[in-house]
């Protein structure tokens, strides 16, 4: 391996082992057309400020581009010796056009130059993944839709607690992934500076426009403070943070699926594309998917923790620890945009069971609240209601049988408040049409969510075209 291009003030080559262990071109290879691209940017700004000429600028940006074509058809040194995709463009650079390649990196250093780098990477990670969100939110408002109507028990405490539609629960997904979504343009627009002229800490003393390298480079402002820029990784820490709360959303929706789908409960079906078998109990067909959708949450959030361990005790500014925040940060956008893109082919995969989830809605006496309602609607305080509830639930229990099953005199040896009318709060869709309280499961209100989540994906997808 030839020279590095920090080689002049040492006497001795790098030891092998020094390269190896300093080395990251191994994973920041895959920032090249970021790389690339930014380069591009910086150079036609020093020739527009006139820092280099036009003519040395055409030069170089043509040897950029032919050297983006090299790595695309996969020609890309991953030597240890090239330390890291900076150098490695730069000396493939200086190999085709020769010395006047070494004038790029005038008014810069790595140190900025990474920072853009994964800027520009964590833009398209966001923008992707907020294509992703959108299908996923789109799914669940189609199959909210689809099962309009449809009761099941809710659940508290994993305990039947309340019947709700099946629309009503597969719309607190779509709030969960609409906030989701909110969070990835908000860590957005935090990403959206740029930081290149930042050079190694301290700013250039060469006449740079910076705003002109944002323009080219689509970003919306520059970044206000040298040190800052080439020094914190908070932009990095947030796509984490807004990564694993994703996951952990849609490790809970795993779960669900994954429980939902045991014989035990029998609400849903999974495609059989969507599940795998056993290798010696013929019989299984295992929810894998979800199994691992919810075991790859952990990593997420792994990945979180050691970004904030590896930033917490760095003094200011750069420091070349920072180069470890690349891995977790991949393995992140990677692992997240992976199970979003699955997650939005899953969910068409699912059968409901709606005579099982409707048998399932009246057990366990959920309807308890409503005659506790209806006792309070005839003047009982809740209190004295909840008690005489209760009593009539454990005579039920005592008896095997439902408060359905009740008679008229069953009811009122427990309150005389009890009327023949009662008969009319013990059924299913009435206890879950009169929830109409604002979010509240009762039809009208899960029809106007989903008319409303509608209107956000309509707006979402307009804004997209523009
Ligand atoms: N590879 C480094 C990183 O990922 C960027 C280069 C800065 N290196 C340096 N020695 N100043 O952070």
Known sequence: M???????????????????????????????????????????MLAECGIITHEEASLIVGGLGEVLREIDRGDLSLDPAEEDIHMAVERRLIQKIGDVGGKLHTARSRNDQICLDMRLYVRDVIRHGRTLLLAVRKGFVETASRCMGLVM????????????????????????????????ADCFRRADVLPLGSAALAGTSFPIDMEYTARALGFSRVTRNSIDAVGD??????????????????????????????????????SD??????????????????????????????????????????PLAYNRDLQEDK??????ADTV??????????LPEIRFNEDRMREMAAQGFTLATELADYLVRKGLPFRKAHHAVGQMVQYC???????EDCSLEEFRSVSKTFDSDVFTFLDLRAAVDQRVSAGGTGSTRVAEAIALAREEIAAIERGLEA
């Open 337 to 346: 945009l992976s199970t979003l893109r699955l997650l939005g082919r899953l």
């Open 233 to 270: 990784r908070d932009y990095l820490i947030e796509l984490a943070a807004a990564a694993a709360v994703i996951m952990m959303h849609v490790s809970r929706l795993a779960e669900e699926l994954i429980l939902w789908s045991t014989s035990e409960f029998a609400f849903v079906e999974i």
């Open 273 to 314: 594309a969507f599940c795998t078998g056993s290798s010696i109990m013929p019989q299984k067909k295992n929810p894998d998917v979800p199994e691992l959708m919810r075991g790859k949450s952990g990593r997420v959030f792994g990945n979180l923790m050691a970004l904030l361990a590896l930033t917490k005790g760095l």
């Open 397 to 403: 229990i005592q008896k095997g049988k439902g408060l």
């Open 327 to 332: 891995e977790p940060v991949f393995d992140t």
């Open 2 to 44: 030839s020279e590095k291009p920090w080689q002049g003030r040492f006497e001795q080559p790098t030891n092998r082992h020094v390269e190896e262990y300093t080395a990251s071109i191994q994973f920041d290879s895959r920032l090249y057309r970021y790389d690339i691209e930014g380069s591009i940017a910086h150079c036609r």
């Open 153 to 184: 028990p809710g659940f508290t405490h994993l305990q039947h607690a309340q019947p709700v539609l099946l629309s009503h629960h597969l719309m607190a997904y779509y709030e969960m992934f609409r906030r989701d979504d909110e969070r990835l």
